[in-house]
């Protein structure tokens, strides 16, 4: 069965500090990948979708990145932290191909100081 | 673009009770619709979804949906609601063509009390 692992799965850092979070797909091969941003009273939000490798489309233009190293793995990054980037931040993946279901990861809590 | 409506931020219901969560949506072409929980501190798990076929949808823990075109709305039932049921519970919209990206609501705290 195919299952999605991210982290940290809680982080804490200062404003102007660099960011990474991982996130993993096992059990299936070319999926989409997707970044979601969930903050308090404002639903989710989706910062970054991949179809493939090296490719990344951006939805919300902000300070931060994401990479597509390889199949299965998706990096949300930053180089220099904001407080509006606190939140909890969310994986998810789809079947390649399939116009339907997500499946989200565990998410990772992200406090800006 | 399509766009989701959560009309109720919080829920409260006693246990045993039954309960409707809301659910309504735009969009100028056909849809696909779904429903995710998610517990605290946890990701969204997804309850069901309605893809075609029956309007009516079974998920897991006991919920179900009815899909209903001419207003617009996906609405979440529970005939009877669990303490274990108190969590955050979002809409969400995709369009069936093209990759699938979800548009959620802002959600429904669900708060069930004894």
């Known amino acids: 069965s195919q299952t999605i692992h991210q982290w940290p799965a809680t982080l804490v850092q200062p404003v102007g500090s660099p960011l990474s979070l991982e996130c993993t797909v096992e059990?299936?091969?070319?999926?989409?990948l997707y970044w979601y941003r969930q903050a308090a009273g404002r639903g989710l939000q989706l910062l970054f979708y991949s179809v493939g490798i090296g490719q990344i489309s951006s939805e919300v233009p902000q300070n931060l990145s994401a990479s597509r190293p390889q199949d299965r793995q998706f990096i949300l990054s930053s180089k220099k932290l904001l407080l509006s980037d606190s939140g909890f931040y969310l994986c998810a993946w789809s079947v390649r191909g399939q116009r339907n279901t997500i499946y989200f990861g565990e998410g990772s809590w992200l406090t800006v100081v | 673009a399509q766009s989701v409506t959560q009309l109720d931020s919080q829920v409260p219901v006693f246990e045993e009770a039954p309960v409707e969560l809301r659910c309504n949506y735009s969009s100028s072409v056909s849809v696909y619709l779904f429903w995710y929980v998610q517990y605290p501190n946890q990701g969204l798990q997804l309850l069901l979804k309605y893809l075609s076929g029956s309007t009516l949808v079974k998920g897991i823990n006991g919920f179900e949906a009815e899909f209903n075109k001419s207003q617009t709305s996906f609405h979440l039932r529970k005939p009877s609601v669990h303490i274990s049921d108190t969590a955050e519970y979002f809409c969400a919209v995709s369009l069936n063509s093209g990759y699938s990206t979800l548009t959620f609501g802002k959600g429904t705290m669900l708060l069930v009390s004894p």
């Open positions: 059990g299936t091969s070319n999926p989409n």
